[in-house]
Nanobody, 129 residues
């Protein structure tokens, strides 16, 4: 059974940094795409950053250059380093995993609704101005 457990959320001021972690279990971690998604109140869930099993990356335009996704395969853990945080980054952040078939990580980050994904419970990030 796939389990994803996020941690590391919190409240920071604009310009601050946070590091999110996602501990994964129950599947062959290295075969999956992993990613971070977020949902702000009243808005749809959106892709933030994803990493492919081949080491490729994809970022949303809104976070490129500020956020960095990484993973430790030995620990089955995904990370999201968030720097230069802005109030508009405030959202619930979710870790997700997918066993891909026929698409790349960039496609998944944008069109994730078309496939079956595994989700964590989310961790709240609040950025104050």
């Amino acid at each position: 059974q796939v389990q994803l457990v996020e941690s590391g959320g919190g409240s920071v001021q604009s310009g601050g940094s946070l590091r999110l972690s996602c501990a994964a279990s129950g599947y062959t971690y290295s075969n999956y795409y992993m990613g971070w998604f977020r949902q702000a109140p009243g808005k749809e869930r959106e892709g933030v950053a994803a990493i492919g099993s081949d080491g490729t990356f994809s970022y949303a335009n809104s976070v490129r250059g500020r956020f960095t996704i990484s993973q430790d395969n030995a620990k089955n853990t995904l990370y999201l380093q968030m720097n230069s945080l802005k109030p508009e980054d405030t959202a619930m952040y979710y870790c997700a995993a997918v066993n891909p078939s026929g698409y790349n990580v960039d496609w998944w980050l944008r069109l994730w609704r078309r496939v079956s994904n595994y989700w964590g419970q989310g961790t709240q990030v609040t950025v104050s101005s």
